[in-house]
């Protein structure tokens, strides 16, 4: 497998840097195993090649991309918990219900870019971890009429004494048209969800990344090394 052109950063004493400290915080750890598992983002890009839970008995092919994300964007503190996007993501800012949401692409052939979306309740609000899987998991549909539970890869990672909860689909998403609360819907072919929820100490925080095929599968490379390096404020 060829070596992952991914840079990660190095977090440490996030919260009350400088913006300087900031700057110069980062290393490239590519190699590190420890922060970004090739069978992590294998398992989330290829959810469309999986049947039910993942198991470490599944396999998968992943090449990664020449697409290189640096983690030198504006660090994010909630729910107890501090994480740095890419800098290549465009910021959106806070709304609503979002604590964070950026956009990224559209790459190649795609129309629409991939967004990740980051919400915060508060401690003990939100609903369960597993409320918001199965809602998520019911906003999407199989090309092949299957039920979307077949095609979900659900999996759990550690991240700093952390339980995160990874979930990933490849199929129809469904989107509200206009006002997000509309309930006039449209399903986009061929997009992913991939979404994680960390067991923070002051709550549970969601992040929610959905997009067409190829600018989604560029994202996640972005993704999942920003979700590994999550800190404890």
């Known amino acids: ?9 190095l977090v440490a004493a996030i919260i009350g840097c ?12 590519a190699d590190n195993k420890a922060n970004l598992a090739t069978s992590d983002v294998a398992k989330i890009q290829n959810s469309d090649s999986a049947s039910g839970t993942y198991t470490t008995k599944q396999t998968f092919s992943y090449i990664p991309s020449d697409y290189v994300h640096t983690f030198d964007g504006e660090p994010v503190a909630v729910g107890g918990i501090t994480f740095i996007p890419p800098s290549q ?5 806070a709304s609503d219900m979002k604590v964070a949401h950026y956009i990224f692409g559209p790459l190649e052939k795609d129309t629409d870019s991939a967004t990740l979306a980051v ?3 508060g401690k003990g609000k939100g ?6 899987l199965e809602r998520w998991i019911n906003q999407t549909a199989m090309p092949d009429g299957r039920d979307s539970h077949t095609g979900a890869i659900q999996y759990e990672l550690n991240v700093d004494s952390m339980t995160v909860h990874m979930l990933s689909i490849f199929g129809f998403y469904e989107v509200s048209i206009g006002d997000p609360m509309s309930r006039q819907k449209e399903n986009k072919e061929n997009y ?4 994680a929820i960390v067991e923070a100490p002051e709550g549970n925080v969601f992040f929610k990344l959905t997009g067409p095929d190829f600018t989604s599968r560029i994202m996640i490379e972005g993704f999942m090394p920003m979700i590994k ?3 404890k404020s």
């Open 89 to 93: 993501w465009t910021v959106l800012g």
């Open 119 to 121: 919400f915060y309740f």
């Open 229 to 231: 390096a999550i800190l």
């Open 192 to 195: 992913r969800l991939v979404g």
């Open 18 to 29: 400088s913006s300087d400290k900031k700057s110069d915080a980062g290393k490239d750890i």
């Open 127 to 132: 609903g369960s971890v597993e409320s918001n």
């Open 1 to 9: 497998m060829k070596r992952i052109l991914v840079s990660l950063i």
